[in-house]
């Protein structure tokens, strides 16, 4: 397990939020208080960093046969002009979370 500290030394460009368990309005309805909040808004912090909140429980945490949608998923989010087919079929899967400046 990493630590909120270990992570924000990292200074990521992207974060990916995807808890098992949890689909995308469970997760962004959780970010909105409470200590997460606090310690994501500080690794995601300045510049054009960004955050997506996934479903994590329906794409990311579990092998079958959705692990092409979610590469597909973030291939659309990390290189949108490469990926622009996939943006409007997983449009539902995903979202910008907005703790952050929006950049795209």
């Known amino acids: 397990m990493v630590k909120w500290d270990e992570a924000i030394s990292c200074d990521p460009e992207m974060v990916f939020v ?23 808004n500080k690794l995601i912090k300045g510049g054009s960093k960004v955050c997506y909140v996934l479903d994590g429980n329906s794409y990311f945490n579990r092998p079958g046969p959705r692990i092409l949608d979610s590469t597909e998923i973030l291939a659309c989010l990390i290189h949108p002009d490469l990926a622009n087919d996939y943006r409007a079929r997983h449009s539902g899967s995903y979202e910008r979370w907005p703790g952050v400046r929006a950049t795209s």
């Open 18 to 40: 995807a808890p098992c368990g949890y689909g995308r309005k469970q997760v962004t309805d959780e970010l909105k208080t409470g200590k997460v909040k606090r310690e994501l």
